[in-house]
């Protein structure tokens, strides 16, 4: 299992790196940008999903998948580091968010609170959660090309279901109950995607 964390962060180097650019970017437009209902932090739920698709993507170009199964590891613990590496990854992309947050307190670049900041944690986890549930099970059960898609068009309609988790929050304060309840929701829903995944991924031929 270790390994196989091990591996996943390594091929996502490229999209890490890409992440410390974009923040670092992000302190040419200062408050402009920032002080807008923690907007910003949307940009993790779309690495975290570049991240699962990517893998798969490499996965599927260099037929890896046959080779991963060829060796003494067992097919849940595969599954199990997929679900693993993207929870790590949002984490990791929220510390990185953070540590550009408060620098550019102390840097003078925002204002002392961003509004919504919070507010824009919780929604990008909620998204996160949602895209990771679905997009694994669907990447294991369709084939590449059909996943591709089928991802895609869930990508784009997760952002405007995000939407609609911010307009049922309060701007200047954590969530109010419907963030609350979601987030308990995302869990359950996970814990119900890695079961369907394992299922399908031990029924699957390669």
Known sequence: MKELLYR???????????????????????????????????II?????????YVDQ????????????????????????KYLSALILYFFNLLIVL???????????ISDYVTGFWGGVIVSFIISGLLVAISIPVTIIYSYSKSKVINMI?????FNFSNVVITTTNSDTLPNGVGYVMIPTIFIMLFFSRIISVNAYLKKEF
């Open 8 to 42: 996943s962060f390594y091929l996502q180097k490229k999209i890490i790196a890409f992440e410390i650019a974009f923040m670092s970017l992000l302190m040419l437009f200062g408050d402009v940008f920032l002080n807008n209902n923690g907007v910003f932090l949307r």
């Open 45 to 53: 739920p779309s690495l975290v999903f570049l991240s699962v698709t």
């Open 58 to 81: 490499l996965d599927e170009s260099t037929s890896y998948t046959r080779v991963l199964n060829s060796l003494p590891t067992s097919r849940k613990d595969i599954v199990n580091a």
């Open 99 to 109: 540590g550009f947050y408060y620098g550019f307190l102390r840097l003078g670049w």
């Open 154 to 158: 869930m990508f784009i309609m997760m």
